[in-house]
């Protein structure tokens, strides 16, 4: 069976950090492409990180950009969201997603398998 979990996700202050993981079982990660993706109450889902199989090209949105990383560890089936100088705005469910045998895509719609998703909560 094929399955995502996410983990790390909690509490933090602004301007916290907090890092994300996606491990995955069922199947390996090399052949996949990984993205993280986030919705907060009311708003509609976003993507917010891709990373490529393969060559490992990354690509983030705008508006998080330079404080977000993401990464991935293919011996251990798990990737990675390192998340710095987080902002209110930053809270939201988090969810890992993977695209078979393909690039990274903005539209959700294209990935395969999900996580469950990991509640990020930036507050003083």
């Known amino acids: 069976e094929m399955q995502l979990v996410e983990s790390g996700g909690g509490l933090v202050q602004p301007g916290g950090s907090l890092t994300l993981s996606c491990t995955v079982s069922?199947?390996?990660?090399?052949?996949?492409?990984i993205g993280w993706f986030r919705q907060a109450p009311g708003k509609e889902r976003e993507g917010v990180s891709c990373i490529n199989s393969g060559a490992g090209d990354t690509f983030y949105a705008d508006s998080v950009k330079g404080r977000f990383t993401i990464s991935r560890d293919n011996a251990k089936n798990t990737a990675y969201l390192q998340m710095n100088s987080l902002k209110p705005e930053d809270t939201a469910v988090y969810y890992c997603?993977?695209?078979?045998?393909?690039?990274?895509?903005?539209?959700?719609?294209?990935?395969?398998?999900w996580g469950q998703g990991t509640q990020v909560t930036v507050s003083s």
């Open positions: 997603a993977v695209l078979w045998f393909r690039l990274c895509s903005s539209d959700f719609s294209d990935y395969d398998y």
């Open positions: 069922g199947f390996t990660l090399d052949n996949f492409s």
